[in-house]
Structure formats: structure tokens, C-alpha cells
């Protein structure tokens, strides 16, 4: 199952919106901090609803921390990025994978391009600078769930 890592967040409606896409995915989330917020249930109703209590959320106080536990994974950290030449869409996921999102503001330092496994990007016109960062989320994770057909499968309603 692929994990997806949020780096750093800056905007609460953003990371409970992300909360909510794996809630409903079935994709553990990894929460690098310092967030630009507190980051506590208050702040993330609103945009995840009812949905927390249902996504396994781990905190790790810092990048060095996140750093650690990684590598006790042996996962790849996959970083959506616009500084990737690679489109997503061509880049093989494997199950354990953490695809990781940065800073809505600023992304992710070179600290952390330089220890990403991959940097992948969504291609987009000439001009734009980037989507949204739960948009980009859900593109990436969709494609992941889907390579790996770790999409939850459906119930079988009987009609």
C-alpha cells in the first residue's frame, strides 16, 4: 500500500482535504513537521469532516525524524514535484512507496530532492506554475492505487 508523506504543511483546509482522499483510499498518511499550523483535530474538521478517526496518521517532529523511520521501511520516498522531468504517469509504483507533497508555499528544500528515491511530475501548460497540493495528491495516489491495484475494492450492492 502506498503511504502518502505531506511535507511541512502551510494550510489546514489542504492537509485535511489530503486526510479525507486517504481516509476514503485506504492510504496511510506520514505528517513531516513543523506544519505552518498547529496541526490538531480543530483545524482539520472542517475540511476532513467525520473522515480523521478513519486514516492511520503518523507525526514526526522533524525531517531528520522522518528520515530515520524511512529508512527502518526501506521505502522509496517518491517526490511530486515541478522540478521533475518524469510525468507521473510514466513512473512504475511498487506498493510501499511514500509519495511525498511539499510546502504549499515553498515545496521542499534540496535537503529533501536530494534524498528522494524519484521525483515525478504532473505535466501541465506552459506557464502555470502548479496545481494545488491535494489535487496533486490525489493525481499521483490515484495512479499508485492504481499501478499497484491498491484501490479498496468495491462492495458488491447486489443490483
Request: net charge neutral.
Amino acid at each position: 500500500m502506498p503511504r502518502l508523506a505531506l511535507f511541512q504543511p502551510d494550510i489546514p483546509q489542504n492537509t485535511g482535504t489530503m486526510l479525507r482522499l486517504c481516509a476514503c483510499l485506504g492510504v496511510p498518511v506520514e505528517i513531516v513537521e513543523p506544519a505552518g499550523f498547529d496541526v490538531s483535530d480543530r483545524n482539520l474538521r472542517r475540511s476532513g469532516l467525520d473522515y480523521l478517526d478513519r486514516v492511520p496518521i503518523t507525526r514526526h517532529i522533524s525531517w531528520r525524524a522522518f528520515q530515520e523511520w524511512r529508512q527502518l521501511t526501506d521505502a522509496r520516498l517518491v517526490l511530486a514535484t515541478t522540478k521533475a522531468a518524469m510525468p507521473y504517469t510514466e513512473f512504475a509504483f511498487r506498493p510501499g512507496d511514500i509519495v511525498m507533497v511539499g510546502r504549499e508555499s515553498a515545496g521542499v528544500p534540496d535537503e529533501v530532492h536530494n534524498a528522494a528515491d524519484a521525483r515525478i511530475l504532473i505535466p501541465m501548460r506552459q506557464g502555470l506554475r502548479s496545481l494545488n497540493v491535494a489535487v496533486t495528491a490525489a493525481m499521483v495516489l490515484s495512479e499508485a492505487l492504481r499501478q499497484t491495484d491498491g484501490f479498496p475494492k468495491p462492495v458488491d450492492s447486489g443490483t
